[in-house]
C-alpha cells in the first residue's frame, strides 16, 4: 500500500500501434523536435495541459478545528489497535512520505520504527504497500485502497469489502472516513490475531471478536475510546451536538480523516506553482518530462485529471511478491478480481496518484521497486521488465514471504491491459526528464513533517515505535554485514562462533536450510564480511540445520559440524588455510534429522567426544504407542581423526526426539555428565540425565541414567537449554524451553533438582513457543541473566531477557533489551564479537535470517569485567572443554563457570568465559583442569582478556592478536 507509480507509459502509442498494426516505437535520445526551447516551451505545455484538461487541484473544504485536533490524536494512538502496540502512524509515517519506507507493511506485533521495523513471530507481513494521504480531501476522490475495496462519496454512499456482509455505519463524511473504518480491523494490521494480548498481559478484545463482526470492533473501540477522560472530551467537542452514549466509530474515522486532510494537503509543489501561473516553477528537464508524460509517453492515460490518477484498475504486469491477499489464495494477489469476482480484473490494481511520489517509495502496490527509475523504466516494458525482474534483491523478509507460481506468471502476462501491450523505447535523457518532472510534484513541506507529531497521547501510549529509552543491545545486522537468510524448511537455525583463521577475532557461521550456509569473516571492526573459504563450507546442497565449532584433533584450529536433516558434515579447519570434508574417514554422520551438537571429554582422555541429538519420528509423529523418535547419536574421539559410536553405553534411552543434550557437572564430582531434553511430542517422554560413573561397565564407560532421583525427569514439549549458577551456590542449574511453561531447575546443593521458574519470573506464559536460551551477564553486574529466543509468547511477541535481581528473581526487561527481536526466533548464539568485555548476541529466525544484536550496555554502567580464554594442553582437550573456573571478586563475591561446548538449540557459543565483576575487581582465580590439576592466579586486572593455558601461566591478550600468538606458540614462546 503505498502512493505507488503505475506508469501507464506508451498508452497513446500502444494504441496507434495496435490499431496500426506496427511495431514497437523508439522515441529518440534527445528531446521531441516539436518541443521548443525557452518561453515557447512553457506555451507549449500549457496548450497540452488546456487539452487535458489540467488545472488547480482542488484541495476540498477546510476541515472543522475540533475535529483535526480529536483526528491527530487518534492518528498517533496505539489505542486504536486491538494489543495496543500500533497506530495510523506506524504505517503512514509523516516523516516517511506518509508511507513507510518498506515494500510490504509490518503490523500489529512488530517492532521499531519503519523502515527499520521488524515484524512479529508468526506475524504475515500485510500483503500491500502503505499507500500515501496526501491530498485526499480534494471531492474528485471516489476511490479508496489499492483493489478498491471502498468506492463511493457522500451523497451517493460506499462500497465497502466483499467479504464484510454487516452495514457501514451513516454519518461518514467522505470516502476518506470510510476508509479509515478498516484497518482497526485487519487482523494482521491492527486488529490482531485471536487469544492475542496486547502490551499489558490483557485480552486483545478487538481480536476476540468473530472474524466477520466488525461492528462488534468498531463498538468496543469506541468504548476503548470513551473510557479515556481526555477522549471524551475531544469527541464533545468535535461533535457537540452528539450524546455521548451515540457515539460510534464512525466519528473517530471523520476526526482522522479531518486531521489527514488538514495535515497532508500540500499543494506548494513547483508543478501546482505551474499550474497557479508561475512560469518560472518547472526547470526545463522537469518541462520535458511533463511533455513527455502527457504527450508521446503516454503516462496521462492513466495518471489522468487533476489528482494524476484515473483511479480505475489495470493489470501493469508487476511481479507478485509477498503473502497475498488472505490465506484463500497463498501468496496469490488477485487486485480487484478480489472484490469483483471479474477474471477481467485479475492482478488489477489501482492508478495511484502522484503528487509527492519521489517521497513515496518503494513502489507499486507491492512494492516491487526499490527506485523510482526502476518503476519508470518498467511501465516503459512492462513484459520485458517482468521477465527479467530479480527476487532475489527483495528485502529478506519479503522473500521469505514470497513463493513463485509460474502458472500465475504467466496469466499475469497473458492478461496485461492492453495499455501497456506495445513496448516504448525511451532513452536515457528521456527518463531522466520524466524523472525530474515527478520530483517537480514534491511540495518541500512534505519532507519536513515532523512538527506535527505529538509528544503525547491521550492513552499515555508511546508515540513513537522506537524504545523510548536506552537500550542494553542495538540491532546491527546491516550495519555489520550480517544479512544471510534462512529459508523455510528444517526447523532449526545454525549459529556458530569461532577464531577460524586465527587473527584474534572471532567469525560466525550460519546455516539455511535448503542453502547455501555463510561463514562470516570478522573484520575487527565491527563489521563482517564473507570469508575467502566461504564456498568450502557453505555446503549449498546440504539440508543443513545446527553447527558448531570444535577442536576435535587438538590441532589448536577450530574445526567444524554442520548437522542436517538427512546426513551431518564434519570440516576439518587446515590450520586456517582452508576447510577439507572429512566426514566419512571420521565417521561421525548418519542419516536422522540432527538438531545440535555438543562436544566434551566424557572419559578426559584428553580428546572431544560428541553427541548428536536426533528429531525424527518412527514411524510417524503422534504420542501413541509403538512410536518412538531417532536414535540420538554418541561417539568417542579414537584420537586418529576418526570416532567410534558408542551410543550403547546409554543403554538404549535415547529415542526421545532430542533436541539438545548439555555436557555438565551436574554433581560437582569432576567430570562430565549429560542432560538431554527431549521432545514430549515423540514418546518415550521425558528429559534424561546421564550421570558419568566412570569406567568398568560393558563398553568401556559407565553412565546412569537418574533424572527420576534428581528431580529432572520433566515432560514437556522441551527445546532449547541453558545451563549456569545463577544463584550463586556453586552447583550448576538449568533451564529448558518448552511449547509452554518453560523449565528452571534450581539444583539443591547435593540433593535434587526443584522447578523454580514460577517463582523466580522466567516461566513465561502457557501459550508461549520457546526455542533457544543462552545464559550471559549482559550488564557484567555479577549476576548471571537469561536471553530466551521464541516463536510466539502469550504476553509479548519479542524475545525477553530476563535480568539477574540478585534475591532468585529474575525481571524481563522488555524493550529496555534492544535484543527484544520479535522472531519467529529458534536459535541464540552469545560472543564477545569486538572483544570489548560485553557478550554479545546472534539470533537465527526461523524462514527469515539472522540478526546480530551489539552490547552497548556498557553505556548504561561502569561495570568491570574480565575475560578468560581457557587452552589445553596433555591430558586436557586444547578447547578446556569440562575447565571449571571460580573467581573471587574484591567485594567477596564468587562466581562459578564451566567451559563448554553444546547448548541452546542448534548453536556454537564462544568458549571465552565472560564475567561480569559490578564494581568490584578480581582477587583471586581458580581453574579446576578436567584433569584434577588446580592453578589459582591472584590480582588480575579487570577490564582485561586473559588467556590461561594449562599448567602454565597467564598472559593478557588484545584484540587481533591471535594469528601471531599461534605462530609464537608453534615456536615455543
Not at 529448558?736 to 521458574?757: C, D, H, I, W, Y
Not at 516461566?763 to 551477564?777: E, K
Request: proline share 6%.
Amino acid at each position: 500500500m503505498n502512493n505507488r507509480l503505475s506508469f501507464a507509459i506508451i498508452t497513446a502509442v500502444a494504441l496507434i500501434t495496435v490499431m496500426l498494426g506496427v511495431g514497437a516505437i523508439s522515441l529518440a535520445p534527445s528531446a521531441p523536435a516539436q518541443q521548443p526551447p525557452g518561453e515557447a516551451l512553457d506555451s507549449t505545455l500549457r496548450l497540452m495541459l488546456a487539452d487535458h484538461g489540467i488545472t488547480p487541484l482542488d484541495p476540498g473544504p477546510t476541515p472543522d478545528p475540533a475535529k483535526v485536533e480529536l483526528g491527530k490524536a487518534l492518528y498517533f494512538d496505539k489505542l486504536l489497535s486491538g494489543n495496543r502496540d500500533i497506530s495510523c502512524a506506524t504505517c503512514h509515517l509523516p516523516l516517511h512520505g506518509t508511507g513507510d519506507g518498506l515494500p510490504l507493511s509490518i503490523g500489529t506485533g512488530g517492532f521499531g520504527e519503519a523502515p527499520d521495523r521488524m515484524r512479529g513471530a508468526m506475524r504475515m507481513l500485510i500483503a500491500r504497500n502503505a499507500p500515501d494521504v496526501f491530498n485526499r480531501g480534494s471531492p474528485e476522490w471516489h476511490s479508496m485502497f489499492w483493489d478498491g475495496r471502498v468506492v463511493g462519496n457522500y451523497n451517493d454512499g460506499f462500497t465497502h469489502p466483499h467479504e464484510f456482509t454487516q452495514a457501514l455505519p451513516t454519518g461518514l463524511d467522505s470516502v476518506l472516513a470510510a476508509q479509515a473504518m478498516f484497518p482497526v480491523t485487519a487482523r494482521a494490521e491492527m486488529r490482531g490475531d485471536p487469544k492475542d494480548v496486547d502490551v499489558f498481559g490483557q485480552v486483545n478484545e478487538l481480536a476476540a471478536t468473530g472474524e466477520k463482526d466488525l461492528v462488534t470492533v468498531w463498538q468496543r473501540l469506541t468504548d476503548r475510546l470513551q473510557a479515556v477522560p481526555e477522549y471524551r472530551e475531544l469527541f464533545a467537542q468535535a461533535y457537540p451536538d452528539v450524546p455521548a452514549n451515540e457515539f460510534g466509530f464512525q466519528h473517530a474515522a471523520n476526526a482522522i480523516a479531518a486531521f489527514e486532510i488538514d495535515a497532508f494537503t500540500l499543494l506548494d509543489s513547483p508543478w501546482d506553482r505551474f499550474l497557479a501561473g508561475d512560469d518560472s516553477a518547472l526547470s526545463t528537464d522537469a518541462q520535458h518530462g511533463a511533455l513527455l508524460f502527457y504527450g508521446d509517453a503516454g503516462c496521462a492515460r492513466c495518471h489522468s485529471g487533476n489528482l494524476l490518477t484515473d483511479q480505475e484498475f489495470h493489470n501493469a504486469a508487476v511481479p507478485q511478491l509477498g503473502p497475498g491477499k488472505g490465506r484463500q489464495n497463498p501468496y496469490i494477489d488477485l487486485g480487484r478480481a478480489r472484490e469483483t469476482g471479474n477474471p477481467d480484473d485479475r492482478f488489477a490494481f489501482r492508478t495511484p496518484p502522484l503528487r509527492n511520489v519521489a517521497l513515496t517509495g518503494p513502489w507499486m502496490h507491492n512494492g516491487a521497486f526499490a527506485t523510482l527509475e526502476d518503476a519508470v523504466r518498467h511501465m516503459a516494458d512492462p513484459l520485458q521488465s517482468f521477465a527479467s525482474f530479480d527476487y532475489d534483491l527483495s528485502p529478506v523478509e519479503v522473500q521469505a514471504e514470497t513463493r513463485r507460481n509460474p502458472a500465475i506468471d504467466a496469466e499475469i502476462a497473458q492478461r496485461l491491459d492492453p495499455l501497456f501491450a506495445a513496448p516504448v523505447e525511451l532513452s536515457d535523457g528521456e527518463v531522466a526528464q520524466i524523472l525530474a518532472f515527478l520530483d517537480a510534484l514534491t511540495d518541500p513541506r512534505a519532507a519536513t513533517l515532523e512538527e506535527i507529531v505529538p509528544a503525547s497521547v491521550p492513552s499515555g501510549l508511546p508515540v513513537g515505535d522506537n524504545a523510548q529509552q536506552s537500550t542494553a543491545f542495538a540491532h546491527v545486522s546491516d550495519q555489520a554485514g550480517i544479512t544471510a537468510r534462512h529459508t523455510e524448511g528444517y526447523q532449526v537455525t545454525g549459529q556458530a562462533w569461532a577464531d577460524v583463521d586465527g587473527d584474534g577475532w572471532l567469525d560466525l557461521y550460519v546455516t539455511n536450510s535448503i542453502g547455501p550456509n555463510t561463514l562470516y569473516h570478522n573484520n575487527g571492526d565491527g563489521t563482517f564480511s564473507v570469508s575467502p573459504l566461504n564456498q568450502q563450507v557453505a555446503l549449498p546442497d546440504h539440508y543443513s540445520g545446527g553447527a558448531s565449532f570444535a577442536d576435535y584433533d587438538n590441532d589448536g584450529w577450530p574445526d567444524l559440524l554442520v548437522l542436517g536433516r538427512e546426513n551431518d558434515v564434519l570440516l576439518h579447519n587446515n590450520q586456517g588455510g582452508g576447510f577439507s570434508d572429512v566426514t566419512a574417514a571420521a565417521g561421525v554422520s548418519d542419516s536422522f534429522a540432527s538438531k545440535t551438537a555438543s562436544w566434551a571429554d566424557y572419559d578426559n582422555d584428553g580428546w572431544l567426544d560428541l553427541y548428536v541429538a536426533n528429531w525424527g519420528c518412527v514411524p510417524r509423529c503422534a504420542r501413541t504407542a509403538g512410536v518412538s523418535g531417532e536414535p540420538d547419536r554418541l561417539y568417542h574421539n579414537n584420537r586418529d581423526g576418526t570416532f567410534s559410536d558408542v551410543t550403547d553405553l546409554l543403554d538404549g534411552q535415547t529415542y526421545g526426539g532430542g533436541f539438545v543434550a548439555r555436557w555438565l557437572d551436574f554433581d560437582n564430582d569432576g567430570d562430565q555428565d549429560i542432560y538431554l531434553v527431549n521432545d514430549e511430542f515423540i514418546l518415550p517422554p521425558g528429559n534424561k540425565l546421564f550421570r558419568n560413573d566412570g569406567p568398568g561397565c560393558a563398553g568401556g564407560w559407565c553412565f546412569t541414567e537418574v533424572s527420576a532421583e534428581q528431580g529432572a525427569d520433566t515432560r514437556v514439549m522441551g527445546m532449547g537449554i541453558a545451563a549456569d549458577d545463577w544463584n550463586g551456590d556453586g552447583w550448576l542449574d538449568l533451564f529448558f524451553t518448552n511449547a509452554g511453561r518453560a523449565v528452571m531447575l534450581q539444583k539443591q546443593g547435593s540433593g535434587p533438582f526443584e522447578n523454580v521458574a514460577a517463582e523466580a519470573g522466567v516461566a513465561m506464559d502457557a501459550r508461549t513457543v520457546a526455542w533457544g536460551a543462552t545464559s550471559l551477564d549482559y550488564d557484567n553486574d555479577g549476576l548471571r541473566d537469561l536471553y530466551v529466543a521464541t516463536m510466539r509468547d502469550g504476553v509479548s511477541a519479542f524475545n525477553p531477557l530476563f535480568r539477574n535481581q540478585g534475591d532468585g528473581t529474575f525481571a524481563d526487561i522488555g524493550r529496555a533489551s534492544g535484543a527484544d527481536d520479535p522472531g519467529p526466533s529458534v536459535g541464540v548464539a552469545a560472543a564477545d564479537y569486538d572483544n570489548d568485555g560485553w557478550v554479545d548476541l546472534v539470533v537465527g529466525n526461523y524462514d527469515r535470517g539472522y540478526h546480530l544484536f551489539h552490547n552497548q550496555a556498557a553505556e548504561l554502567s561502569g561495570n568491570n569485567w574480565l575475560a578468560l580464554k581457557l587452552v589445553g594442553g596433555g591430558p586436557v582437550n586444547r578447547d578446556a572443554v569440562g575447565t571449571r573456573v571460580t573467581v573471587t571478586a574484591s567485594d567477596g563475591r564468587v562466581q562459578m563457570q564451566d567451559v563448554h561446548n553444546g547448548s541452546s538449540v542448534g548453536s556454537g557459543e564462544s568458549l571465552t568465559l565472560n564475567f561480569g565483576l559490578g564494581e568490584s575487581h578480581p582477587q583471586t582465580v581458580t581453574v579446576d583442569w578436567p584433569d584434577g590439576t588446580q592453578q589459582t592466579f591472584f590480582r588480575l586486572s579487570s577490564d582485561r582478556a586473559y588467556e590461561i593455558t594449562y599448567n602454565g601461566g597467564v598472559r593478557p591478550t588484545s584484540p587481533g592478536g591471535g594469528f601471531m600468538q599461534n605462530i609464537l606458540d608453534r615456536l615455543g614462546f
